[in-house]
């Protein structure tokens, strides 16, 4: 049932060019420029004329939601609120008949989600779902919504229902920026053609399975790890660190780079691991600089790059190439070498990475 694969986290990993293209299939071909998604089509001018988008989450679904603020803001200019279902549904929250409340949830069935979209509901707001399990609590809740298709992940760390969450909500972002007019036509072309090739490029990242293997080995011994990303792989810099976190067992934290010098910066030493994603992209300069922070602390420094990129490698201590892609569509490679990573860590600090201590797939009580 593990496919010839020692874990399920593994194979749900190398599952992801299959189940990312799942998330799409029907919803999008760029050379027809067809885009539509049955869940949110009666509902797209509702969506189109939204003030304000909710977002309500938490986990690993919490940082596809951070994801999907920077898409839906970026592709459609509406304002996106990004909340920690848990807080939200307790501090009393501003909500009216004309907000679009979506939660996402891999299971459906984590309870301060569900909690906070009944809440949600009870104030007149249009609650949307995004879920993978087919007819789950939330799923059933919800006023529409859309399903991941990744399949079954049995894996406690999820991984394949990230990347098909981020996929989903890039489409929802491209359908509602294309209704409001604000994605012009010859970009959202581009934008699919890209995310096609996606599944391809996700292929490519995998075979960095080997060279992972020795990065991890050097640092199956620390005690911390931090992870900086900025713009679009901000969010991917706290999946990592998450990742780490719930399967090794390693004090892992995420952080926006540019924050660093607000306070961790004091942590960097020798003995500290820092991974920065650090794709060509808008920031690039930016995190040039705060790598050379690093260095120049002698922070150990494990770089996700762009294939050819020769800066950043020339002050790295270990530089991980993935494929160039736009940059709105960069989460979804830059994450597949962290879940290696932290995969290849756990296995050899003798971690059960699929069912790690203390946490189970659904979290089902507050
Ligand atoms: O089923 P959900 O997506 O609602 O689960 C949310 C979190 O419990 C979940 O993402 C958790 O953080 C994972 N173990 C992360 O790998």
């Known amino acids: 049932e593990k496919g010839g694969y020692e874990h399920f986290m593994l194979k749900e990993i190398f599952e992801q060019p299959r189940s990312i293209l799942d998330s799409m299939r029907g919803r999008m071909i760029a050379e027809s420029d067809h ?11 509702k969506f189109a004329k939204a003030k304000r988008i909710i977002i309500v989450a938490c986990g690993t ?6 994801v999907a603020e920077y898409l839906i803001e970026d592709f459609a200019r509406i304002p996106v609120e990004v909340e920690y279902a848990s807080e939200f549904r307790y501090r ?9 409340v979506i939660a996402i949830s891999q299971s459906g069935e984590t309870a301060d989600t569900l909690a906070a979209l009944e809440l949600a509901k009870s104030k007149g707001a249009t609650i949307f779902g995004i879920c993978n399990v087919v007819g789950s609590s939330i799923a059933r809740a919800t006023d529409a919504g859309a399903y991941t298709h990744a399949g079954p992940e049995i894996g406690v760390a999820s991984t394949k ?19 409001r007019g604000m994605l012009e036509t010859t970009k959202l072309h581009q934008l699919m053609v890209e995310l096609e090739n996606i599944p391809a490029k996700v292929e490519i990242a995998l075979q960095l399975n080997d060279q992972i293997v020795e990065i991890a080995e050097k640092f199956k011994d620390a005690t911390n790890f931090l992870y900086l990303g900025r713009g679009y792989n901000f969010p991917v810099a706290l999946e990592g660190a998450l990742k780490l976190k719930e399967i090794s067992y390693i004090h892992a934290e995420g952080y926006p780079a540019a924050e660093m010098k607000h306070g961790p910066i004091a942590l960097i030493d020798e003995h500290m691991p820092v991974v920065v994603i650090a794709t060509k992209d808008s920031s690039y300069e930016k995190i040039v600089s705060n790598v050379q922070e690093v260095k120049a602390r002698k922070g150990k420094v494990i770089a996700v790059v762009t294939e050819g990129d020769t800066t950043i490698p020339s002050m790295a201590d270990y530089v991980i190439e993935i494929p160039e892609t736009s940059e709105p569509l960069m989460p979804l490679l830059s994450v597949i070498p ?20 203390n ?3 659904s979290v089902t009580v507050e």
Not at 338 to 345: E, F, G, N, P, V
Request: one cysteine or more; proline letters at 3%; glycine letters at 8%.
């Open 35 to 45: 885009l539509m998604m049955g869940g949110i089509r009666e509902y797209e001018n």
């Open 61 to 66: 679904s919490w940082h596809a939601g951070l």
């Open 92 to 100: 009393n929250p501003i909500i009216t008949e004309k907000d679009i």
């Open 161 to 179: 229902a990230f990347t098909a969450q981020v996929t989903v909500l890039t489409l929802i972002a491209m359908i509602i920026g294309s209704k």
């Open 338 to 357: 962290l879940q290696l990573l932290s995969y290849h860590i756990a296995v050899m600090r003798g971690c059960n990475v699929d069912q790690p201590r």
């Open 359 to 361: 946490l189970a797939k």
